[in-house]
């Protein structure tokens, strides 16, 4: 029993990471920025809104939350469209209660075929990020290239036609990628993505086609992980959220600015029994005067405006 | 493959020779952080996946490097204000990907231990030459870059063989002689010390390293919300030390800077580090210090105890 020699090979054992697409450097040490208002920590609330086909291919996996069960799966299916139905208006109430403004990453099927939803989002100016085509188009390692880029064009050519202007930002389903997402979403215009989940700050990303700006959604404090996968009770949700306000709000105000991306998903925070929840959260970040609710590409512009010019 | 292990004995834990630590101590406390590098397009290992998509395996990938990014400096800041030393449980291969993290350990004088060289890299498959050799790589690493003589051993993603312990032995005896190679943290079977027999029959224990503990296994297996598991780290600690006074016991805290240093989750180490530190009757070691008191001073009690109950002795 042995195993390829290639095993024990490094070829990445150097400075930095294993991979070029960004620098080495610990969020500590980076020159503080602040924000507008001298604001401690930027947080954009991003609703995602999701179609979630019944006849899920489930290539290369099966995209968390999907079908789960043999076809077809009514439930998962009629929960998730619950969702826009239902819990998305539920959620616009909230945030309308408490003046926030969330950012919305739309996958671009469910854009075109639900024209009213779409419209109301419009007519509310909501800055749109692009979600991919929907659930079950996933980008992956392997992908044929020429498939992820019509799949990439087809989705940012469809949602900036509705929308009407160009979409800045981009969510891939699943937050995964193929080796060339990054560079397909610089060529075909895209300013931020929010995929990679590995900071606390905005940072800037290497493409083929000039850079991008990651700038993380986190997984770890979003409803559907700490609710949905981790079956935490909904008033912990509320507390874990209150102590990672609370938390970056002291680190910034040591180390410079911190931005929290709070990602939800209206078939589960847009609940019944949940929705008091959500504006628990909506209720006391809008009552924290260090706080600065803003839209991802609002934060977008506020790094990059200082941290080019200091560059 | 064996039925049972076979490294260390049955040995109750009621009427052992009592444990004692420097000045009286009842808990041997240690904090052990995970410092990992996992890669974004690890080669195939034909007995275990490294990530459940095809690479690039960004979900998974990004989150381990916010731990290096952003979640060691939080971790270090808070094991700073309490007055420990880490314990790292070492990706060797972050000595050359992050050596701005090796210099910080060592000017704390934290201890680096070996977690392999890779967290994506497993021991599954390979032959008795090759782990060696990749024992060696990383023991080798750890003491160009900082001067130490490793001591201790987890398995790299807790992958193991049935010679893993054996060759750790022997190659920190080849390299350090007795200084380096004689704990490991693979042995999840006990709250004290215990003897581990080894191949070159060389004076080698089991430092008490807990999964129970273990922030990973209380996140992301038992899904544990996070001031649960401050809750959990003060029972575990309060019974340790309750029981300590009849002879020592030892708390381990392993942690991964992914996990515990995240926003919503910070809170629930630093009330647990508050908590145990506030207690007189802690001693706040490393986990070669652990070791090497107990080698100093237990190990042939130890022994000769274990050898006494064999038989079913009282």
Known sequence: MSLDDRYF???????????????????ADRPPVTWPGGKRLAVWVNLSLEFYPLNQRGEPFKVPNGMKMPYPDLRHFTLRDYGNRVGVFRCLKAFDRYGVRPTVAINSQLARDTPYLTRRLLERDTELLCHGWNMDHLHYGGQDPREEREQVKRSLDTLNQLAGRPVRGWLSPARNQSWHTPDLLAEHGVEYCADWVNDDMPYPFRTDHGP????????????????????HSEDSWVEQVQDAVDFLAGEAAEQGGRMLGLSLHPWLIGQPHRIACLEAVLEQLSRRDDVWLATAGEILDAFNTQTRSER | MKESLGVYDYWPYEDRPKLEWPNGARVAFWVAPNIEFYELDPPDNPHRKAWPQPSPAVPGYAIRDYGNRVGHRRQMALLDKYGIRGSVSLSVALCEHHPEIIDMC?????????????????????????ERTMIRDAMESIHRHTGQKCAGYLAPALSHSERTLDLFAEVGSELFGDEGGFYTCDLFHDDQPTPVSVRNGKRFISVPYSLEMNDTIVYTVNKVEPRHYATMLKRHFDRLYEEGAESGTVMCIPTHNYQVSCPHRIKALEEALEYITGHDGVWLATGREIAEHY????????????????????
């Open chain 1, 9 to 27: 090979e490094y070829p990445w054992r150097r400075h930095g990471y294993d991979h070029d697409r960004y620098d080495w450097t610990m969020l």
């Open chain 1, 212 to 231: 991008l700006t990651m700038m993380p959604l986190p997984t770890e404090i979003e409803d559907q992980f700490v609710i949905g996968q981790n079956l």
């Open chain 2, 106 to 130: 060592r000017e704390r004088d934290w201890e680096l231990f070996s977690h392999g060289i890779y967290n994506t890299r497993y021991t599954y498959g390979m032959s008795e030459a090759q």
């Open chain 2, 295 to 314: 080698l100093a001073h237990h190990y042939d009690t130890a022994v000769a105890d274990i050898e006494r109950r064999k038989g079913g002795a009282q």
